[in-house]
């Protein structure tokens, strides 16, 4: 297998390696060439395309925050089409991009895999990585639940009239401030996520690039409002092409927390999507991260496997 530089034209088969190495987690490739035209001020990424006998095998990156701290995380992955998928494959992609990696300063290589996927972990745990964290993966199915959904979404929406918070979505908002607002409060809330990893600023610009993302739109952007002040925030996001609509991000302003916010705007992009035609989504989550965990179970998501995040000394 030899490796090369990747290109944007490459991002299909990424899209369509990544579905194929997992269905039930189809990769949706409109999104994701959003993510690569878009490179994020605040990272460094290089993406690598793995070819045996000229045809395209792999996928492999090594990306990571351009350094403001000691504590440096690289984030390393590589994976192959099914029928070339062997442990000595991935073995290599990992060896590759962990000197790049490495050559660039990284202190802390950092990966990722399903929890049911032996090839994959048995390969990580074998370079000496250590499991670190676990993201809770859920899906709520939206057909058994919907009586339920109803009538706590009506619930919540009486607190909130009660509280005086409005609760709307974004493109309905006519203060001129709203995105500058939303991001900061995005910002303080993504630094309350607990984390090994601790999350750099992102700048507005690349905020927007987020907020602009294909899988996005205005009016299914969901905020809370008390007087001036934007509160909160709930967002599915709607893949154009393929894949289960997802929870994109719930965050709620430090001054907002405890009072029913981020359940009342997520049972808002719940209502929508039943609305839409949506028969399940999904969501994920930290494993210790206590309010949510406790607000997706109560809505009725049940677990999916877990992604654990494994770590090793570079
Ligand atoms: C997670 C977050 C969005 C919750 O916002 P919030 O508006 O305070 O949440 P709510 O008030 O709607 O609900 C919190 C629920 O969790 C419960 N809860 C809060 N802390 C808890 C704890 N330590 N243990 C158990 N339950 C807890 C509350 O009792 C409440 O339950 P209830 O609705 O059954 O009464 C907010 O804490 C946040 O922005 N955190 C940082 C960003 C984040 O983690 N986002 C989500 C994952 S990406």
Known sequence: MTLREAKLADVEFVADLETAVRPDDARDPVTLKHYWRNPEENAKIERFIGEVGGERVAYAHQRHELWK???????????????????????????????????????????????????RTGVVRKRGYIEER???????????????????????????REGKIRVLTVDRDTDPEKWKKLWRMSEEAIRDIPTTQPFTETTFDDFMKWMRSPGLREDRIWIARDGDAILGVSILSYPPKRGVVSTDWTGVARAGRGRGIARALKYETVMQAIALGVDRIRTDNDFKNTPILHINETMGYQRRADGIQFMKRA
């Open 69 to 119: 701290t000691p504590k440096r995380f690289g984030n390393i992955t590589g994976d192959l089409m099914p029928a070339h998928r062997t442990a000595a494959r991935i073995d290599a992609l990992f060896a590759a991009m962990e000197e790049r990696s490495l050559a660039d300063g990284t202190k802390t290589f950092t990966a990722w895999c399903w929890e049911d996927d032996a090839l």
């Open 134 to 160: 676990r993201q809770r993966f859920w899906e709520l199915d939206l057909v058994a639940n919907r009586a339920k959904l109803e009538a706590m979404a009506a619930e919540s929406r009486a607190k909130m």
